[in-house]
Nanobody, 119 residues
Framework: QVQLVESGGGLVQPGGSLRLSCAAS????????MDWYRQAPGKQRELVAG???????DYADSVKGRFTIARDNAKNTVYLQMNSLKPEDTAVYYC?????????????WGRGTQVTVSS
């Protein structure tokens, strides 16, 4: 089993920045695509950013140009740098990956970290 633990959330003013971290319990980053999702109150969970095992990245239109996903395989950690934060970025942010466990694609989620953007 793999555990994902997020950190770095908090309260920030509009226009501010935060960096989220997702630490994996095992050395999976070299082989796994990793994603950040978020869920705001009363809304569905949505994909924010993803990074493949090959290093390709993709972003939701709402965060392009403001958020950057990166990873450090040696530290088994994925990061989400969030700049120019807006109140609508307020949500619980989750780290996610899919791994083949005994031939079955299995989703792994962290418990999430709260990001609140407010003045």
């Amino acid at each position: 089993q793999v555990q994902l633990v997020e950190s770095g959330g908090g309260l920030v003013q509009p226009g501010g920045s935060l960096r989220l971290s997702c630490a994996a319990s095992k050395s999976i980053l070299a082989i796994a695509d990793m994603d950040w999702y978020r869920q705001a109150p009363g809304k569905q969970r949505e994909l924010v950013a993803g990074i493949t095992s090959g290093g390709n990245t993709d972003y939701a239109d709402s965060v392009k140009g403001r958020f950057t996903i990166a990873r450090d395989n040696a530290k088994n950690t994925v990061y989400l740098q969030m700049n120019s934060l807006k109140p609508e970025d307020t949500a619980v942010y989750y780290c996610h990956t899919v791994l083949a466990i005994r031939g079955i694609n299995t989703d792994f989620w962290g418990r999430g970290t709260q990001v609140t953007v407010s003045s």
